[in-house]
């Protein structure tokens, strides 16, 4: 069936850098734009970052830009995000996720089990 | 302050019908970009409720309808079941944000 299995993510110090990942399963991986979406603790979600199909066009979110790069090795059925410079406000469970739809219509789907990133000295 | 306006909570008493609803703006929903509603079940990661302002994924009750109109949304859940206490979230695209965003989330509680 179709799954996302996320490894990574704990504790990390301010300034430090994680790298979280997320293996596809059940799905034509190549098929799909991936994003990271974060959820900071008792907040909403906020969209981080998303990557083509072809891994040739990437974009990030105002907040994590010049310090996350999202990636994906499509022969492996991988997704990363790697985190630079990390900070408090960066602490949050993160979400891998599908991109569904085109245009003017996209929404999330389907979605890995969350990895919580905490930094903290 | 999320983009996209949701009450903080909801709720109502099993069987009961109850709506949530989610205001943007004319650079989001007033500008027809779609609207699509998260379920997320405590300790859980969302998932899916309803794609594309009404549409929803195979598995889910037909309980649950979504609906937009100008620069809303609205999420409707009929005969209310104790399953159905979650955080609701919803989604859409801001043009000048370039981005997508999503509405601060309601907590629905089944009295």
């Known amino acids: 069936q179709v799954q996302l299995v996320q490894s990574g993510g704990g504790l990390v110090k301010p300034g430090g850098s994680l790298r979280l990942t997320c293996a596809a399963s059940g799905f034509t991986f190549t098929n799909f734009y991936m994003t990271w979406i974060r959820q900071a603790p008792g907040k909403g979600l906020e969209w981080v970052s998303y990557v083509s199909g072809d891994n040739t066009y990437t974009r990030h979110a105002d907040s994590v830009k010049g310090r996350f790069t999202i990636s994906r090795d499509n022969a492996k059925n991988l997704v990363f995000l790697q985190m630079n410079s990390l900070r408090a406000e960066d602490t949050a469970v993160y979400y891998c996720?599908?991109?569904?739809?085109?245009?003017?219509?996209?929404?999330?789907?389907?979605w890995g089990q969350g990895t919580l990133v905490t930094v903290s000295s | 302050q999320s983009v996209l306006t949701q009450p903080p909570s909801v709720s109502g008493a099993p069987g009961q019908r109850v709506t949530i609803s989610c205001t943007g703006s004319?650079?989001?929903?007033?500008?027809?970009?779609?609207v699509h509603w998260y379920q997320q079940l405590p300790g859980t990661a969302p998932k899916v409720l309803i794609y594309?302002?009404?549409n929803r994924p195979s598995g889910v009750p037909d309980r649950f309808s979504g609906s937009k109109s100008g620069t809303s949304a609205s999420l409707a859940i009929t005969g209310l079941q104790a399953e159905d206490e979650a955080d609701y979230f919803c989604?859409?695209?801001?043009?000048?944000?370039?981005?997508?965003?999503f509405g601060g989330g309601t907590t629905l509680t089944v009295l």
């Open positions: 989604q859409s695209y801001d043009s000048s944000l370039n981005s997508w965003v």
């Open positions: 594309t302002n009404f």
């Open positions: 004319s650079s989001n929903i007033g500008a027809g970009y779609d």
């Open positions: 996720t599908g991109l569904q739809g085109s245009g003017a219509s996209n929404w999330f789907d389907p």
